[in-house]
Nanobody, 122 residues
Framework: VQLQASGGGLVQTGGSLRLSCAAS????????MNWYRQSPGNERERVAG?????????ADSVKNRFTIFREITETTVTVFLQMDSLKPEDTGVYYC???????????????WGQGTQVTVSS
């Protein structure tokens, strides 16, 4: 299974970006899907997550500004992060993390995307 993240870029304060993370390969089942970010000098933090029942949760710093949602079809598994009202403190590298089972005989495993840079200018 491979994850491909995209959608990062440079945006001004108050602007919006939509990140996406597409999983490819052998996928039997999907559990939680998350977005993390890491800014210089800080540890990686989870900003949003969505579970198998589509219940979402957010870090306090992004509540009411970010929205996580997912799309699962017979052939694709994608998680999105809609980011609105962006602030300079949202700057960082954003990573997607998915708990997937590649086969029915295997349990859930952790998979990470390669990271996409988000820069918010003041």
């Amino acid at each position: 299974v491979q994850l491909q993240a995209s959608g990062g870029g440079l945006v001004q304060t108050g602007g919006s970006l939509r990140l996406s993370c597409a999983a490819s390969g052998s996928i039997f089942a999907v559990n939680t899907m998350n977005w993390y970010r890491q800014s210089p000098g800080n540890e990686r933090e989870r900003v949003a997550g969505i579970d198998s029942s589509s219940r979402a949760n957010y870090a306090d710093s992004v509540k009411n500004r970010f929205t996580i949602f997912r799309e699962i079809t017979e052939t694709t598994v994608t998680v999105f992060l809609q980011m609105d009202s962006l602030k300079p403190e949202d700057t960082g590298v954003y990573y997607c993390h998915l708990e997937l089972s590649p086969r029915s005989t295997l349990g859930f495993r952790d998979y990470w995307g390669q990271g996409t840079q988000v820069t918010v200018s003041s």
